[in-house]
């Protein structure tokens, strides 16, 4: 049996409305969900992003609790030939770029921080399969 792709990525933050202004307006992503206090859910290609407030989800008693806190990481995968143009849009909605990495050959990707203080990366399409290649 293989696992297919990591279905649904978790972050925990602080605040709802703020998290989604963020992930829907600059990071263009649709928008699934939304229980006041509790969770704003949004599709991320073929995955689903799923932002929780942790008080909300440590206190669950339908399904397991679960929680964290300190910031997480994740990456989006957009194609090769918009990731500087992706720069450019973060850039301009005042986004600041806190590091660039070269992984060889013509492969970059970036880090940026969101409102909680989580590291997101933006990688160009096939760099994963380039790195396992190595």
Known sequence: MDILQVKETCLYVSDLD??????QEIVGLALISKKADRHVFFNAGTSVLLCFIP??????????PHWSKGPAHLAFEVQKFE????KAKLATAGVEIIYE???GNDFYSFYFHDPDGHVLE????????YLAGL
């Open 83 to 86: 990731y500087r143009e992706w």
């Open 122 to 129: 933006i990688v160009p399409e096939g760099m994963w399969e």
């Open 18 to 23: 703020r998290t989604q202004k963020f992930y």
């Open 101 to 103: 990495h070269h992984w």
């Open 55 to 64: 008080e909300s989800t440590r206190a669950e008693t339908t399904l397991p």
